[in-house]
């Protein structure tokens, strides 16, 4: 299995890692003494709260993300008070923010480059993998989906069917099942569109 379990030391200055296979960007906490991401301020920023302020705060404290202004909050999931995880986007890609204890972290990391983007979303595959958080016991997955999905639900090995988070086009699951870059097969989605039809494939295409 080369999709690497993860043992992060949940600070903001905690270096973020791509753990998607393929050319994954890999972003960098800002250290204390470097400068950080200027985002387009206005009025709205100015009062955003919620998974808008963690979104916001999460590309601040984050080197290397492209169009700093342009993300916006999307699924968000709580393992405890002291963790949990929101999945930012924009138009072209998105990737995953930690959260510790109620706070933004940093972008956590994520394949953004050229391979699970939106644009490369069609009719036959109106979702996509995008990065997973694995421990010995449970694993937390990560996707995208285009606008007229409706509802996800990840489908394991064994058959079970776990339903996601699914918010603004991308999507959170906890399951017992992690997933392995090297076999399509260890996780399937169920993808049920807004008109009723249903499309199924594997997590990672």
């Keep these: 299995m080369t999709t690497k379990k993860l043992t992060l030391t949940l600070s903001v200055a905690a270096a973020a890692v791509a753990i998607a296979a393929g050319s994954a960007v890999a972003f960098a906490a800002i250290p204390s003494s470097a400068p950080t991401v200027n985002v387009a301020a206005g009025a709205a920023d100015d009062h955003a709260t919620g998974d808008a302020?963690?979104?916001?705060?999460?590309?601040?404290?984050?080197?290397?993300?492209?169009n700093p202004a342009s993300w916006r909050a999307g699924a968000r999931y709580d393992l405890s008070a002291q963790l949990g995880f929101l999945v930012i986007r924009n138009d072209k890609q998105a990737a995953v923010c930690v959260i510790e204890n109620g706070k933004a972290g940093s972008v956590m990391g994520g394949d953004v480059s050229t391979r699970h983007t939106y644009t490369n979303l069609t009719s036959a595959r109106p979702f996509d993998y995008l990065s997973s958080w694995n421990t010995d016991n449970e694993?937390?997955?990560f996707g995208i989906a285009t606008d007229n999905v409706a509802k996800v639900a990840l489908v394991g090995p064994d058959g079970s069917q776990t339903p996601t988070v699914l918010k603004d086009g991308t999507f959170?699951?906890?399951?017992?099942?992690?997933?392995?870059s090297n076999q399509s097969t260890s996780n399937h989605v169920r993808a049920t569109l807004d008109n009723g039809q249903v499309v199924t494939g594997p997590f990672r295409g």
């Design 172 to 180: 959170i699951a906890k399951t017992k099942f992690a997933e392995d």
């Design 53 to 66: 302020l963690i979104a916001k705060e999460c590309v601040r404290n984050t080197q290397g993300i492209p």
């Design 139 to 141: 694993s937390v997955h």
